[in-house]
Each structure stands twice: as C-alpha cells, then as structure tokens.
C-alpha cells in the first residue's frame, strides 16, 4: 500500500486518506452475499501495491465466494487494527490478468497455489472501491479502557470513536 506520512488528512483525497488508514493492515475481512441472501465473510491478504482506489485479492477459481460475486458483486471489506476500524464497499470482479498477478505474485502464496503462477487454480479478485467509512479512537488502550471504567461507574455511555468520517471515492477505469 502508499504510504502517506507527510501531509495532514485535511490534505489529502479521499484515495490517500483510505490509503493511509489500510496501509498496515494486512489481512482484511471479504463478505459477499451467498445465494440465500446471507452474508459470508472470509480472511483475505491484502496486496502491497499503492492504492489508487482499487482493491486486489489472490483467490481460486472454484472458491464459492468467486460464485458468489459472480451472482451479486457488491462487497464489503473490512480492516480493523488498534485504534483504526475501515469499511469499504464496491464491486468485485474475478478475473485473470497475467501481468497483474506477476505484477502482485509473493512465494509465500506457494503455500495455497503450489504451481506459482502457473496455477491453473488462480484468479484475481479486483474490488474498484466506491465508499468508505473509518473510524479512529486517537487514545491509548488504557485511555480507552478508563473510558469504559468511567461510563459502567456512572451508568452513562461510553464515548464514540474520536473521528468519523465517510468517503466517497471515485476509482479509476482500468
């Protein structure tokens, strides 16, 4: 992923402030919907590319979640680190691009494709993202903890996440 640190998120577009808040997350949540309308998530690696607003996955071609965004592909995709919780939401594709998977392709995904890239099981999942909404706690956890302490001690409720904020993002064509 790009890494954004020397401007301010007040300066930055939407596709750099997403970028920024998932550039340490490595593993993110996929749900799709299954065909009874009941909505599935799994683990996927996020690849290392800088992000300019679309999503890549390695993934197997008789994956059910590939059935899946065939039939419905709007997902979600969810990050979540210490103090940074993101949800993205846009349209999938599976597809096969030879560049584009050398381009991403890591040895460590020897271990589900031993074929490497001459997998005939492998496929991409590209995600071109349309809207995000993160939110950031800027405390510490015993900040945060102290927080929880004070409101179950005085039977109010506890504060929110600090920052908020929803972005409607607009992705390239590829």
């Not at 997403?18 to 909505?39: C, E, H, K, N």
């Not at 590319?49 to 994956?63: E, Q, R």
């Not at 015993?142 to 302490?149: D, H, K, M, N, Q």
Request: proline share 5%; glycine share 6%; aromatic share 8%.
């Amino acid at each position: 992923m790009v890494r954004l640190v020397n401007s301010t998120s007040a300066e930055r577009t939407p596709i750099e402030r997403l970028a920024f808040l998932i550039q340490d997350v490595r593993v993110a949540m996929l749900s799709t919907v299954d065909a009874d309308g009941t909505l599935r998530a799994r683990p996927m690696a996020t690849q290392r590319i800088p992000f300019d607003g679309t999503l890549w996955f390695f993934t197997a071609k008789d994956a059910h979640k590939v059935d899946e965004i065939r039939a419905r592909p709007w997902v979600n995709i969810t990050y979540a680190s210490q103090h940074v919780w993101v949800s993205v939401s846009g349209q999938a594709e599976a597809l096969v691009d030879g560049r584009r998977m050398r381009q991403l392709w890591d040895r460590l995904y020897e271990a589900w494709f031993p074929r490497g890239l001459d997998d005939p099981d492998l496929l991409l999942l590209r995600v071109r993202v349309e809207q995000a909404d993160w939110w950031k706690s800027t405390g510490g956890t015993a900040t945060r903890l102290a927080g929880f302490v004070k409101a179950i001690a005085t039977g109010k409720r506890a504060g929110d996440a600090e920052e908020h904020q929803h972005l409607e993002l607009s992705t390239p064509s590829p």
